[in-house]
């Protein structure tokens, strides 16, 4: 078992570009998740797949956001035309089923 | 809407005492709740779940507990070292597939 794994772990980029996150879940996990964490804060649901259908979004998710993970496996969360608001932590979890989630180290993303 | 809270926000105490770490939650259907430790720039630890027919959950020197009619979780940590200081989250699970996060207790732990 290695564990949720992502990259890149840190990110800088200009406004107006895009950015693009890798996730690897945990292999035998059907469930993956995306979450957002700004500083001092509790991570905050973006999105989440069972196997390679995109199920549920959060109001959180502009049209700037897509996510995908194709054949069911590894997920990409891409950002369009990045903002300033759009710094922070983006994390992965894994989980089977509704059990217990485990998280990767993250992705930290900072725009100037 | 579900909102999850933790008291207090920082908690600063010397070695070795025992403490309380404090979790509620406004809607007591849940399907499970999770307690997570994070450090510094890091990624979530998770350190205990525990399924909503359970009232409570052990993991060394680590216990949580749950009471759901009442909207509240503790993490009780026993015999606390300096490896134990950072930021405790607990999240909730209602079964809608996310989890919503309190927002943390920021632990030192003063050798």
């Known amino acids: 078992d290695t564990g949720v794994s992502q990259d890149p772990r840190h990110k800088i980029t200009k406004r107006g570009q895009n950015v693009t996150f890798r996730c690897d879940p945990i292999?035998?996990?059907?469930?993956l998740y995306w979450y957002r964490q700004t500083l001092g804060q509790g991570p905050e649901f973006l999105t989440y797949?069972?196997?390679?259908?995109?199920?549920?979004k959060s109001r959180l998710l502009s049209d700037r956001f897509s996510a995908e993970r194709p054949k069911g496996s590894f997920s990409t969360l891409e950002i369009q035309r990045t903002e300033q608001g759009d710094s922070a932590m983006y994390l992965c979890?894994?989980?089977?089923?509704?059990?217990?989630?485990?998280f990767g180290p993250g992705t930290r993303l900072t725009v100037l | 809407k579900q909102e999850v809270t933790q008291i207090p926000a920082a908690l600063s105490v010397p070695e070795g005492e025992n403490l309380v770490l404090n979790c509620s939650f406004t809607?007591?259907?849940?399907?499970?709740l999770q307690w997570f430790r994070q450090d510094p720039g890091k990624g979530l630890t998770s350190l205990l779940l525990i399924q909503s027919s359970q009232r409570e959950q052990t993991s060394g020197r680590l216990n949580a507990s749950l009471d759901k009619s009442s909207g509240r979780s503790t993490l009780y940590i026993a015999a606390s070292q300096p490896g134990d200081s950072a930021t405790y989250l607990c999240?909730?699970?209602?079964?809608?597939?996310?989890?919503?996060f309190g927002q943390g207790t920021r632990l030192t732990i003063n050798p």
């Open positions: 797949f069972q196997n390679e259908a995109q199920l549920e």
């Open positions: 979890a894994s989980s089977l089923g509704q059990e217990e989630q485990f």
């Open positions: 999240a909730v699970n209602q079964g809608a597939q996310k989890l919503v």
């Open positions: 809607d007591s259907a849940i399907y499970n």
């Open positions: 292999s035998e996990h059907n469930r």
